[in-house]
């Protein structure tokens, strides 16, 4: 897989050098603060991480900055939401201004590392095979099964959780 260009929007340096630590060499990691956003100086990218705190998810900054990105970097672009200090209801707020995903703390590197793992792969379909309509799925299987499982898990951290039956199937358990 290609290097993917990402943009973490944050005005924590902290968390900028954690998400640096975890993405490593392979890809392209870019700190911008809010106050660039706000000034529109921030440069492409591929997936988009926000950090979000308690004030700024209370000055409604969060859906603005989702709806804003979204708007100049593509629709399709994969957001991952970092919200600390958020309620049930602000998460939900953030997935439908169009995060793809979000995480509430990254204390958990493993778990916060497979989001942005995610996010990536994400960005892969998007580029090759929605794009292309078909793509190439005989040529590279092991990566729509990649894809299929992120999107499974975030549909399951949203809605539910997977159980198994006594024969053997999984199912998705749902609760709101």
Known sequence: ????????????????????????????????????????????????????????????????????IKGSLGHLTPILAISEGGSIQDIFSILKAGAYDYIETIDNTRKYKKKIENLILWNWYIKNIHQQKRGNVEKEPEKHCFFFAAFLGKITSIL????????????????W
């Open 1 to 68: 897989m290609d290097s993917v260009k990402i943009l973490l929007f944050s005005d924590d340096e902290k968390l900028y050098n954690s998400t640096e630590r975890i993405i490593g060499k392979k890809h392209q990691l870019k700190w911008c603060t809010y106050q660039q956003l706000e000034n529109n100086r921030y440069p492409t990218a591929d997936v988009v991480i926000f950090h979000f705190t308690k004030e700024i998810i209370e000055r409604e900054r969060a859906f603005a900055a989702i709806i804003k």
């Open 160 to 175: 539910g959780f997977f159980t198994r039956e006594p024969n053997g199937r999984f199912f998705v358990v749902m609760y």
